[in-house]
């Protein structure tokens, strides 16, 4: 979007914000929150996936405060409620340009609506990569799952598979030796990515089996999770492993693309802060989320990133 964003002409009519918050998730709207109580009347795009990755999970458990639990999608609603009541102000678009080397900085959504912001809070959070078949999208939240620490709980006592060969893989599957009765890993390749101590502590685990140079080509069950469909490379020799769950495991991706030309970030397209604060090396730019971290990951992490996002802000503004 080179064109609009260098159009000093059509910014000058553009509404200005104290705070633009990008993205929907714990974090998104945590930083709403705060941003909304400091008066700063945040406007949040939510992205295309309102609410985030939570909304992709059923029961979330693990989200203090909510002793019994709560579904996903309702816990991500009452976090937006309560950005509302103090005046965040939601709205449904994609963030598709923006240029931060200007201050105020300039932003276009949807590739139609101009806007100037005075401080921007990335949330755009990570997606799980999956492995791209039909009956995998299917029945995800019904078996399926990229998350072992938010639907673990739910498979005590079943036989279950992971994919992937990394350390997130071996993570997961030892996690969910907890509850599930055996966990197959199965591997694309004959050799794991994951680092070695990893790798022992999933060798060593007497729940743990490993299928080598194996893909998974289809995911079996009408309503819930049956089985999955395994492809062995080498021989092409295919077969059906009988399982209740299936866990994605291959990597997550930040949501990063968009920011590329103005914020550093590692290899994996993390976005870096300082240490300590969500401050980026461009002062008023400020990241939370899963967007920044893939270490943790979760809901309350994300959303304690969110609060300090807000209170960077907040202090940034009021320094002038
Ligand atoms: P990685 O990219 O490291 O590993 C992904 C794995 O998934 C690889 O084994 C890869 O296979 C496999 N894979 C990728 N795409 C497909 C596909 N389409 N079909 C089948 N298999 C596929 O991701 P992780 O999430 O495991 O780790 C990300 C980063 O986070 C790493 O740096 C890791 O070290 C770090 N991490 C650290 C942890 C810790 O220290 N406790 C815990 C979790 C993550 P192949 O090997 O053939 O490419």
Wanted: hydrophobic share 40%.
């Amino acid at each position: 979007m080179p064109s609009l964003l260098n159009n000093d002409h059509a910014f000058e009519g553009a509404n200005r914000h104290q705070v633009v918050i990008i993205g929907s998730g714990p974090a998104g709207y945590t930083a709403a929150l705060y941003a909304a109580r400091a008066n700063l009347r945040p406007l949040v795009y939510t992205g295309l996936e309102p609410g985030g990755q939570l909304t992709t999970t059923t029961d979330v458990e693990n989200y203090p405060g909510y002793v019994d639990g709560v579904m996903g999608p309702d816990m991500m609603d009452d976090f937006k409620r309560q950005a509302e009541r103090f005046g965040a102000i939601v709205e449904f678009g994609m963030v598709t340009g923006l240029d931060l080397s200007k201050h105020p900085f300039r932003l276009v959504v949807d590739d139609a609506t101009l806007l100037l912001a005075d401080t921007v809070v990335v949330a755009t959070g990570a997606s799980a990569k999956y492995l791209g078949l039909e009956n995998e999208k299917r029945l995800l939240g019904r078996g399926v799952s990229a998350c072992a620490t938010c639907d673990g709980a739910f498979f005590r006592g079943m036989d279950l598979a992971v994919v992937g060969g990394g350390d997130t893989a071996m993570e997961e599957s030892l996690f969910l030796t907890r509850f599930a009765t055996k966990v197959w890993v199965i591997h694309r390749r004959n050799s794991l990515r994951a680092s070695k101590i990893m790798q022992q502590r999933a060798f060593d685990h007497p729940k743990i089996e490993f299928i080598w140079d194996t893909v998974v080509t289809d995911v079996m069950g009408d309503e819930e999770v049956s089985g999955v469909r395994l492809l062995h490379r080498p021989s092409g020799a295919e077969r059906t492993l009988h399982v209740q769950g299936l866990f994605i495991a291959i990597g997550h991706k930040p949501n990063t693309e968009l920011f590329k030309p103005w914020l550093p970030m590692d290899d994996l397209g993390y976005l870096l802060t300082r240490p300590n604060s969500t401050h980026t090396d461009i002062p008023g730019v400020f990241v939370c989320g899963d967007a920044q971290d893939h270490v943790y990951r979760q809901a309350i992490t994300a959303a304690g990133t969110g609060c300090m996002a807000a209170i960077d802000a907040e202090r940034f503004l009021a320094n002038g």
